[in-house]
């Protein structure tokens, strides 16, 4: 927890919750450290929410068939009326180095009952004991699984979108880039992108006087400054030209349907986000964009009114994308 409360424009509702919590939460230090303060964090908020019980909602926990943990969460309304419903395959927020299933179970909740779609969260494997590019491969193969298995729960294999946030929503472009090089993509209609780091600061090229927002992050803004996204990509050691892990490096995103950012107006990477919606707009590519003014990094993990707005506006987004 930070010591700092210095007023940076965030929103009331934000800063009265800093109240409750004693300070401004910022993961910090190596990942080791940072693996451990999101754990606490995790254990506060989903008491702070009131436990993890949604009405409407029921999961099952199981493993891929390469052994991984996934957790699937099916919209108990949608499926009581007999019909098949949309997948999504969601991968957790944690700079491919820390988070969890458990860290985004009331996001996913809540965008399962939303949306009245089945999601399957998945497990990926972190850095630093797997570098990259294992995080990407897993989370491929763990939507090829959940593709395979989606009949088992209900689903429709001809509905699937692709959904994460931070690392995770750059692992949902990545993961529909890659299976669509490889010929594979077929059943995935769209993707829904919450706050995606999908550039290097290093590689930003022609874009660089627009990426302010990470520069000028330090030791200011909630959640995660630059030091802490420099400590992941550093700890995961991914090739900056990589066009699938930095998908900005990716030349064609025309291949992409559809696609839902979004970008939070205090935070790091506020710049990957609206690079990215400049780029899909001079492509053409179907998207659309929402920022959400005066909050940080994944917000939307904590108990605010502002996100339980945004549940429902994701929803929509989710929507979109499939339609």
Request: hydrophobic share 40%; charged share 20%; proline share 5%.
């Amino acid at each position: 927890m930070a010591a700092t409360t210095e007023d940076i424009g965030l929103a009331p509702e934000w800063m009265e919750l800093e109240k409750k919590l004693g300070g401004r939460p910022l993961l910090s230090g190596d990942t080791f450290s940072m693996r451990a303060q999101m754990d606490g964090l995790t254990g506060v908020l989903h008491q702070a929410w009131g436990g993890m019980d949604i009405p409407g909602v029921t999961t099952i926990d199981t493993m891929s068939d390469s052994n991984l943990p996934v957790r699937v969460y099916l919209p108990d309304e949608a499926l009581a009326a007999g019909k098949k419903v949309p997948l999504g395959v969601y991968y957790h927020c944690g700079g491919y180095c820390i988070g969890s299933i458990e860290a985004d179970d009331v996001l996913v909740r809540n965008l399962c009952l939303e949306s009245q779609t089945i999601l399957i969260s998945v497990e990926y494997r972190l850095a630093p004991e797997y570098v990259a590019p294992v995080a990407l491969q897993d989370s491929c193969d763990l939507t090829e699984w959940a593709i395979k298995t989606a009949s088992k729960w209900g689903a429709d294999t001809t509905e699937v979108y692709t959904i994460g946030g931070s690392a995770g929503a750059a692992l949902a472009v990545s993961v529909y880039l890659k299976l669509y090089d490889e010929g594979k993509a077929t059943p995935i209609r769209g993707i829904v992108s919450l706050s995606p780091c999908w550039v290097h600061p290093d590689k930003v090229d022609d874009y660089k006087g627009e990426h302010k927002s990470f520069i000028n992050s330090n030791g200011r803004l909630p959640v995660i400054d630059a030091n802490s996204m420099i400590s992941f990509y550093n700890t995961y050691k991914a090739p900056l030209d990589d066009k699938y892990i930095f998908a900005f490096n990716y030349e064609n995103f025309n291949v992409i349907r559809k696609i839902y950012i979004v970008a939070a107006e205090l935070d790091p990477l506020l710049d990957d986000s609206a690079i990215f919606d400049r780029k899909l707009s001079e492509q053409k590519v179907n998207h659309k964009y929402k920022m959400y003014e005066s909050l940080p990094h994944v917000f939307w993990l904590f108990p605010l009114p502002q996100s339980k707005q945004f549940f429902k506006d994701t929803a929509k987004g989710i929507k979109y994308v499939l339609s």
